[in-house]
């Protein structure tokens, strides 16, 4: 594939990706580009496919068609090993994402002692200072579930950048915390945003998808329905299909 597209370095490219459980078309020949430092929301109602399209790109779901590169590499090429694509891209899910009898800094470092095969001493300091970054570096001994939810979502959040991913995946991070976690949350998020890192995250939080991403993706059924700059997608909706799902949230 090129390298650029409209000058800008693409990191992701999905080329028609369909994806089928059984007789349900749950992908329905997905392309975009995502070039980096760009912040894509993927918007749409339940079941439309934005988890799906997210595990696919961190091949946790195989494609049944299409491709999928992350800059050069074809990770759907069948010979490519997923381990050494997961090293390239940072995750975090709706929820459970700290291993639960791990500490929070083993949480946080183990990425890097897997990928960069770093020991736990040689880790810790790196560790430290990103827990540092979002208060919480004297928590560094305790487990997640001493955490509050907001806590251990922005601990998944830095320990999914610990080894410095070219591509982070958000789906619905915010989905599962109590309202008033949520904040604490969106906030790192826009940071690590305005700090440049390259971002597909899957939302309901339709103000944060306007003020901090640089796209929207509007998903529907499988389908790309419509795509484009926030304030067009949220506010000016081409399609009926998005104006009916943006209804429902004013
Ligand atoms: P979203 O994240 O937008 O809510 P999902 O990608 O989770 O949507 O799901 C899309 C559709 O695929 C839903 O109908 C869901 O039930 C179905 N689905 C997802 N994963 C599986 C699976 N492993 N087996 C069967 N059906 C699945
Ligand atoms: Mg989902």
Do not use: Y
Not at 91 to 119: C, E, M, Y
Not at 154 to 171: F, N
Not at 195 to 214: K, L, N, W, Y
């Amino acid at each position: 594939m090129s390298a650029t597209a409209g000058g800008r370095e693409v990191v992701l490219r999905l080329e028609d990706v369909r994806k089928s459980f059984k007789d349900l078309d749950v992908l329905r020949g997905i392309s975009m580009d995502v070039a980096r430092h760009e912040v894509v929301a993927l918007i749409g109602p339940s079941g439309s496919g934005k988890s799906t399209l997210l595990r696919t790109i961190n091949l946790l779901e195989p494609v049944d068609d299409g491709r999928i590169w992350l800059r050069d590499l074809e990770i759907t090429d069948p010979r490519v090993k997923p381990d050494a694509v997961r090293a390239r891209i940072g995750v975090v899910f709706q929820q459970f994402n700290l291993f639960p009898h791990l500490s929070v800094i083993d949480n946080v470092t183990l990425a890097s002692r897997h990928v960069w095969g770093k020991s736990r001493t040689e880790s810790r300091g790196r560790g430290i200072e990103l827990l540092a970054r979002i208060g919480l570096a004297e928590k560094a001994d305790d487990f997640p579930d001493r955490l509050s939810g907001g806590q251990q979502q922005r601990a998944a959040i830095v320990r999914a950048i610990a080894t410095d991913p070219e591509l982070l995946l958000l789906d619905e991070i915010t989905s599962a915390l109590d309202p008033e976690l949520v904040g604490e949350v969106l906030e790192l998020v826009a940071e690590l945003a305005s700090a440049g890192t390259t971002i597909v995250m899957a939302t309901h939080e339709m103000a944060f998808a306007r003020d901090v991403a640089s796209r929207v993706v509007f998903l529907d059924g499988g389908v790309l329905v419509e795509q484009g700059e926030p304030s067009q997608v949220l506010e000016h909706p081409r399609e009926p299909r998005t104006q009916a799902f943006l209804s429902r949230f004013t």
